[in-house]
């Protein structure tokens, strides 16, 4: 456990030193904080990480907390020695402004019941209870109120809490979302990730790449329609696993938005996840 937190720390310092670099060139204002928040009047538009798989690179106003979740979420794996399923119930963020450009964040699964079966024997095993609880700091580097072009940096950690996955583990990595903003109300957006993730069989880790392309234009006032690919290689493995993804997010009042979608992983034994939720900012 030692090991893995002295590799985390080497794999994320540097983010902070490119962060402080940024931030000290940041134009918001410096008066508005986690404990000063930005007036209503001069906050930003509401921008939501789900329900694609490529991150929001703006960050919530300081002061001011956005709530985003699963609201229900199943997710089927195939692998070549089991068959799993897992229905996750409310899995949460919790999004805080501290800053005019950087956000702390706290995810969480209240509650999960994965079903595992195993192939050769026919053996099925259920499991239930609290889920994983990961920390992340979104860093904005560019854009968040002006501009085109918006980027950030996203460190994380995940704590292996989960009473339902017995065989979760500690993980972290670093994400860095790209957006870029077309006339017409286009949106272009970009991301890629590195990984340390458990192996999806033996406790063992491996390194993860992660590249999203995804794509986002309002389909009326108040639904946005969004399409999305990626690809993620196991470096361990040597192994590629592609999907698909769709979902439309509709803004029911300003600020709380409901969505639904699908990821769909175009391999045997890629994930495929199904799901509905809701974002809140207060």
Request: net charge negative; with cysteine.
């Amino acid at each position: 456990m030692t090991h893995h937190y002295y590799s985390m720390l080497k794999f994320i310092a540097p983010v902070f030193f490119i962060s402080n670099l940024f931030n000290a060139q940041q134009e918001l204002p410096k008066k508005y904080s986690l404990f000063n928040p930005v007036p209503k009047s001069m906050m930003r538009e509401m921008e939501t990480d789900r329900p694609d798989v490529t991150e929001s690179p703006h960050t919530v106003d300081a002061g001011h907390i956005q709530y985003e979740t699963d609201l229900l979420r199943l997710r089927k794996e195939n692998s070549e020695l089991t068959q799993t399923r897992t229905l996750l119930i409310n899995q949460g963020n919790i999004k805080i402004g501290i800053t005019g450009s950087t956000a702390m964040q706290i995810g969480f699964q209240t509650y999960g019941f994965q079903k595992e079966t195993e192939k050769s024997s026919g053996n099925i095993s259920h499991t239930d209870g609290f889920g994983d609880i990961n920390c992340r700091i979104k860093q904005n580097l560019i854009g968040n109120d002006k501009g085109n072009f918006v980027m950030a940096v996203l460190p994380y950690i995940k704590f292996p809490t989960s009473q339902y996955d017995h065989e979760s583990r500690l993980e972290y990595g670093l994400i860095v979302p790209m957006l870029y903003k077309f006339a017409g109300d286009w949106n272009l957006g970009f991301q890629v990730e590195v990984d340390k993730l458990k192996d999806q069989d033996q406790p063992e880790m491996h390194t993860e790449f992660l590249q999203t392309l995804t794509i986002s234009h309002p389909l009326t006032k108040s639904i946005d329609g969004i399409a999305e690919t990626y690809y993620t290689y196991d470096f361990k493995a040597h192994q590629f696993s592609n999907y698909i993804n769709a979902a439309i997010q509709m803004e029911v009042v300003k600020n709380f938005k409901v969505d639904a979608g699908l990821n769909y992983g175009l391999q045997h034994n890629a994930e495929k996840h199904y799901f509905v939720g809701f974002s809140y900012l207060h």
